[in-house]
């Protein structure tokens, strides 16, 4: 069965602390790994897509990796601006057509 | 501006009473979807449209209709909504099939209360 974990549920940074946060999934057949952003009150906002085992890329302060059977999404030196809940999500093949997966999402706040 | 727009953002209703929740893109994109997002359990596909008058069931369609008459419109139906239908909701679109290297857009969300 196709799954996707994300850990820690939440997680609180001092500015400036680093951190990751996780992906764990187990897919049949991988059709991308997503990232999107989350502010209160608000829609999802995309961040990246991750195609292949050992892909990264980055967007300011932000940095996704993969791996057969994890993804992370590193932070750098955070601000206070980052505070948000970040999704994971798989791209996968299901009834013929590709959908998405979501994970529950991890809530990130980052305190000065 | 690019955008996914959803209404109502806010609603309470009573079981039983039928609702509309409506959505548009003007992005002219093909794929359309709505999702629902309860605490601890992500974003669930309720229904999702490949194109005008294409549309399927998602993992949570039950108690729910959709129609897709327009390329730009995408509404929600709730025929009889019970209180297990209380939820966030949101639309969102794709160039293509979702999933298929394509980044999805999202609405803002409708948040909906069913006493």
């Known amino acids: 069965e196709d799954q996707v974990t994300q850990s820690p549920e939440a997680l609180r940074l001092q500015e400036g602390e680093s951190s990751s946060l996780n992906c764990s999934y187990t897919v049949s057949g991988l059709r991308g790994l997503f990232w999107y952003r989350q502010d209160p009150g608000k829609g999802p906002e995309f961040l990246f897509t991750?195609?292949?085992a050992g892909e990264e890329k980055e967007k300011e302060r932000l940095k996704a990796t993969l791996t057969k059977k994890e993804s992370f999404l590193h932070i750098t030196a955070p601000k206070p601006e980052d505070s948000a809940t970040y999704l994971c999500a798989l791209g996968v093949v299901a009834g013929g057509y590709n959908k998405l997966i979501f994970g529950a999402g991890t809530r990130l706040a980052v305190h000065p | 501006e690019a955008q996914v727009t959803q209404n109502p953002r806010y609603l309470i209703t009573v079981t039983g009473k039928k609702l509309t929740v409506t959505c548009s893109q003007n992005m002219n994109h093909e794929y359309m979807s709505w999702y629902r997002q309860d605490p601890g359990l992500g974003l669930r596909q309720i229904y999702y449209s490949m194109n005008v008058e294409v549309t399927d069931k998602g993992d949570v369609p039950e108690g729910y209709k959709v129609s897709r008459k327009e390329k730009r419109n995408f509404p929600l139906i709730l025929e009889s909504p019970s209180p297990n239908q209380t939820s966030l909701y949101f639309c969102a679109s794709s160039k293509g099939l979702a999933g298929s290297y394509n980044e999805q857009f999202f609405g803002p969300g409708t948040r909906l209360t069913v006493l």
């Open positions: 991750l195609y292949s």
